[in-house]
């Protein structure tokens, strides 16, 4: 084969150059160790040939002829070599038909991507992956597009066929099609190809070596050949995790690649158990014009990683003229929440925060779906709602960057965009086992508000593990200017978001109600250390205490209650109304030791002015500890003993309580 060089042909008509080229090249003009980047047609990344990144002719390898352009890297982050394949101009529109043959040693990767600006690094306009285990991948935009697979140690040809003027991209892997798929706006161009060697598909190892041959292009200022009835699903449309057994409807993308309008078309769908067949009719969907659709019957989430497919059976009452695009399938992975478990949100917020609006709407949303496992704390700061709450969040979880801001089970904070981005983190915890579940009663002291937190261990504990307390209150009002809120989504210009683009900015306080507001940690943020360890079975309890405001409103009131790993995220947690754990009725503290035997109890002088002594008289020994507890049910003095047998006397020093009454708890 004879390496034909570049025709470029060029017509000028009214100032405005355009042009139609074909490029061709198989490597045998060249001598063996040639860099390619000093050949006509071809360039460098740097723009530098014969540098670092430039690549060499081999004979090690070839697919006609006797040489090739050898590509190897064994570092993580790719390269040196990044050859680059210019057009004549940039792409944007008629079409590209683009060809190469490859071959990948076993055990590695390759990998080339589509430049979409005039010059290389402005922009991805898509990335086609080789990897290592035998996948084909083909991204734009961060999505994945196209997938199929290759066979390592042998030559195959790669071809793209891509028409801008319907922003149409096809994808043969060795006479294959993988399937079409509509480009990102801004990303249908085409610049430059990038040759670069990386494996980045989930490596077994750093390695990606490869070969290319005999690589062609046809650039025409005209489409690709239509056909007159073609269609793809162009996009299947789902979440990729769910809890499982959860029913979703299926939506898809439909795209008319052909010349004939579209009346009606059937698709099938198929995977994790479920397989049915719709059909849509009295439609007119035109040329190159897409129709988004949802299926009726529901697709039910299996647990663990599912195969989804969704095809084409007919268009027009007719099997459609070209096949190779009528299949988009996906991946859906069913989770089954841990027996217990739940998940906390903390979400930095404040009315004078404009972008704050979309934490209520998102989370309104995670409850909705997840309403039995998501527990949801909106904690404000810099407004009439504020405590110690947000000040102890943001001093003590690494990441804090600002309003609105999320933390899920206080791991790292993260700026949510999405709903999607608050499930990431969701579904990342709701799987995890925790050390056990948590019974909250209480009960009133006027307007002191008794807790008891009773941890019933379901697996072995961690040493300095810690439970709390957070009272949280709904449908909170006000009627100052610090309940107004600041809305930067008033008047639509930046999309929807629940309602609040139909509102003004600021929103009158008369118009908000706020939901899930923090009103402060019981004792502060002085959690109550587990002392110990402790197995399956076991059951410990602490007791906390609030004196809580008149002003609010017992029947909205929530109790939060957590228990926390040695490294202050949360293992688990529990949210109950106040009405339930009145309910459910105030556990006080005993000993959580287990005391085989008191002959004699003795507590001395009672009552007692600066200090009284515990006589305890132990037929066998045990371990000891004597907590002080006041009427809130706070501990105000404690020591542990140890192991102790026989007859002692212990002494309790009073001299810094106030008078009242105390219990002394052994």
Same mark, same amino acid.
């Not at 060795?174 to 079409?180: E, P, V």
């Not at 110690?388 to 965009?417: C, E, K, L, Q």
């Given at each position: 084969?004879?390496?034909?060089?570049?025709?470029?042909?060029?017509?000028?008509?009214?100032?405005?150059?355009?042009?139609?080229?074909?490029?061709?090249?198989?490597?045998?003009?060249?001598?063996?160790?040639?860099?390619?980047?000093?050949?006509?047609?071809?360039?460098?990344?740097?723009?530098?040939?014969?540098?670092?990144?430039?690549?060499?002719?081999?004979?090690?390898?070839?697919?006609?002829?006797?040489?090739?352009?050898?590509?190897?890297?064994?570092?993580?982050?790719?390269?040196?070599?990044?050859? &680059?394949?210019?057009?004549?101009?940039?792409?944007?529109?008629?079409?590209?038909?683009?060809?190469?043959?490859?071959?990948?040693?076993?055990?590695?990767?390759?990998?080339?991507?589509?430049?979409?600006?005039?010059?290389?690094?402005?922009?991805?306009?898509?990335?086609?992956?080789?990897?290592?285990?035998?996948?084909?991948?083909?991204?734009?935009?961060?999505?994945?597009?196209?997938?199929?697979?290759?066979?390592?140690?042998?030559?195959?040809?790669?071809?793209?066929? @891509?028409?801008?003027?319907?922003?149409?991209?096809?994808?043969?892997?060795?006479?294959?099609?993988?399937?079409?798929?509509?480009?990102?706006?801004?990303?249908?161009?085409?610049?430059?190809?990038?040759?670069?060697?990386?494996?980045?598909?989930?490596?077994?190892?750093?390695?990606?070596?490869?070969?290319?041959?005999?690589?062609?292009?046809?650039?025409?200022?005209?489409?690709?050949?239509?056909?007159?009835?073609?269609?793809?699903?162009?996009?299947?449309?789902?979440?990729?995790?769910?809890?499982?057994?959860?029913?979703?409807?299926?939506?898809?993308?439909?795209?008319?690649?052909?010349?004939?309008?579209?009346?009606?078309?059937?698709?099938?769908?198929?995977?994790?158990?479920?397989?049915?067949?719709?059909?849509?009719?009295?439609?007119?969907?035109?040329?190159?014009?897409?129709?988004?659709?949802?299926?009726?019957?529901?697709?039910?989430?299996?647990?663990?990683?599912?195969?989804?497919?969704?095809?084409?059976?007919?268009?027009?009452?007719?099997?459609?003229?070209?096949?190779?695009?009528?299949?988009?399938? %996906?991946?859906?992975?069913?989770?089954?929440?841990?027996?217990?478990? $739940?998940?906390?949100?903390?979400?930095?917020?404040?009315?004078?925060?404009?972008?704050?609006?979309?934490?209520?709407?998102?989370?309104?949303? !995670?409850?909705?779906?997840?309403?039995?496992?998501?527990?949801?704390?909106?904690?404000?700061?810099?407004?009439?709602?504020?405590?110690?709450?947000?000040?102890?969040?943001?001093?003590?979880?690494?990441?804090?960057?600002?309003?609105?801001?999320?933390?899920?089970?206080?791991?790292?904070?993260?700026?949510?965009?999405?709903?999607?981005?608050?499930?990431?983190?969701?579904?990342?915890?709701?799987?995890?086992?925790?050390?056990?579940?948590?019974?909250?009663?209480?009960?009133?002291?006027?307007?002191?508000?008794?807790?008891?937190?009773?941890?019933?261990?379901?697996?072995?504990?961690?040493?300095? !593990?810690?439970?709390?307390?957070?009272?949280?209150?709904?449908?909170?009002?006000?009627?100052?200017?610090?309940?107004?809120? @600041?809305?930067?989504?008033?008047?639509?210009?930046?999309?929807?978001?629940?309602?609040?683009?139909?509102?003004?900015?600021?929103?009158?306080?008369?118009?908000?109600?706020?939901?899930?507001?923090?009103?402060?940690?019981?004792?502060?943020?002085?959690?109550?250390? &587990?002392?110990?360890?402790?197995?399956?079975?076991? $059951?410990?309890?602490?007791?906390?205490?609030?004196?809580?405001?008149? %002003?609010?409103?017992?029947?909205?009131?929530?109790?939060?209650?957590?228990?926390?790993?040695?490294?202050?995220?949360?293992?688990?947690?529990?949210?109950?109304?106040?009405?339930?754990?009145?309910?459910?009725?105030?556990?006080?503290?005993?000993?959580?030791?287990?005391?085989?035997?008191?002959?004699?109890?003795?507590?001395?002088?009672?009552?007692?002015?600066?200090?009284?002594?515990?006589?305890?008289?132990?037929?066998?020994?045990?371990?000891?500890?004597?907590?002080?507890?006041?009427?809130?049910?706070?501990?105000?003095?404690?020591?542990?003993?140890?192991?102790?047998?026989?007859?002692?006397?212990?002494?309790?020093?009073?001299?810094?309580?106030?008078?009242?009454?105390?219990?002394?708890?052994?």
């Amino acid at each position: 084969m004879k390496r034909l060089l570049p025709i470029l042909i060029f017509t000028l008509t009214g100032g405005l150059i355009l042009a139609q080229g074909s490029f061709s090249d198989d490597f045998e003009a060249y001598n063996e160790g040639a860099y390619i980047g000093n050949q006509m047609g071809w360039s460098t990344w740097s723009g530098t040939p014969g540098g670092a990144d430039d690549a060499m002719v081999t004979t090690e390898e070839a697919y006609s002829g006797t040489n090739s352009v050898k590509f190897e890297s064994f570092s993580p982050n790719g390269g040196p070599a990044d050859v &680059i394949l210019p057009m004549p101009y940039r792409l944007n529109r008629g079409s590209l038909i683009f060809k190469f043959w490859i071959y990948v040693v076993d055990g590695t990767a390759g990998y080339f991507n589509f430049q979409g600006g005039s010059s290389p690094g402005q922009s991805w306009s898509a990335e086609v992956f080789f990897d290592d285990n035998g996948a084909v991948r083909v991204v734009s935009a961060g999505t994945l597009r196209l997938e199929g697979s290759f066979e390592h140690g042998k030559w195959f040809e790669v071809e793209f066929r @891509i028409d801008f003027n319907k922003n149409a991209w096809e994808g043969i892997i060795d006479g294959q099609c993988l399937g079409i798929f509509t480009n990102d706006a801004g990303l249908n161009s085409v610049g430059s190809i990038d040759f670069f060697p990386v494996n980045s598909g989930n490596p077994s190892s750093n390695a990606s070596v490869y070969f290319i041959d005999d690589v062609s292009y046809e650039a025409s200022l005209d489409g690709l050949e239509e056909v007159e009835l073609d269609a793809s699903i162009s996009d299947i449309t789902l979440n990729s995790r769910a809890l499982t057994g959860t029913d979703v409807q299926i939506g898809g993308v439909l795209r008319n690649n052909g010349s004939n309008n579209i009346t009606s078309f059937e698709v099938m769908f198929d995977g994790g158990g479920t397989q049915f067949t719709e059909s849509f009719d009295n439609l007119d969907i035109a040329s190159n014009s897409t129709y988004e659709f949802t299926t009726s019957e529901t697709y039910t989430y299996e647990e663990g990683m599912n195969d989804l497919s969704l095809s084409l059976v007919s268009v027009n009452g007719q099997a459609d003229e070209k096949t190779c695009n009528d299949v988009r399938q %996906t991946t859906a992975q069913g989770i089954t929440p841990a027996p217990g478990k $739940r998940v906390l949100s903390e979400e930095a917020t404040g009315t004078w925060c404009g972008w704050c609006p979309r934490g209520e709407v998102f989370i309104g949303i !995670m409850e909705d779906r997840y309403d039995d496992y998501f527990v949801p704390i909106a904690v404000h700061q810099g407004d009439p709602m504020e405590n110690d709450h947000i000040g102890y969040i943001t001093s003590v979880i690494p990441g804090f960057a600002g309003y609105p801001n999320m933390v899920i089970d206080r791991m790292d904070w993260f700026g949510f965009g999405t709903v999607e981005s608050i499930e990431n983190f969701f579904f990342e915890d709701i799987d995890d086992a925790p050390v056990g579940t948590m019974d909250v009663g209480a009960e009133w002291d006027g307007r002191t508000l008794k807790v008891s937190n009773a941890l019933n261990f379901d697996q072995d504990s961690e040493s300095g !593990m810690a439970l709390e307390v957070i009272l949280v209150e709904n449908n909170v009002t006000g009627t100052g200017p610090g309940y107004a809120q @600041i809305n930067y989504y008033a008047g639509g210009g930046r999309g929807p978001m629940g309602g609040y683009e139909n509102l003004p900015s600021p929103v009158p306080a008369d118009q908000m109600v706020y939901n899930h507001v923090s009103r402060g940690s019981f004792s502060g943020h002085a959690n109550h250390s &587990i002392d110990g360890n402790y197995t399956g079975g076991d $059951r410990y309890l602490a007791n906390f205490a609030m004196n809580v405001p008149d %002003t609010y409103d017992d029947s909205e009131l929530l109790l939060v209650a957590l228990v926390l790993n040695a490294d202050g995220s949360v293992n688990n947690v529990t949210e109950v109304s106040l009405q339930e754990a009145i309910d459910n009725g105030f556990e006080m503290t005993t000993s959580s030791d287990d005391i085989q035997v008191i002959n004699d109890l003795n507590v001395y002088p009672n009552p007692a002015l600066n200090s009284t002594f515990v006589e305890l008289d132990l037929a066998e020994g045990t371990n000891v500890r004597i907590d002080v507890i006041n009427s809130l049910g706070g501990i105000v003095a404690s020591r542990d003993y140890g192991k102790i047998s026989g007859s002692y006397t212990f002494p309790v020093d009073l001299g810094n309580m106030n008078a009242g009454v105390y219990q002394i708890q052994i």
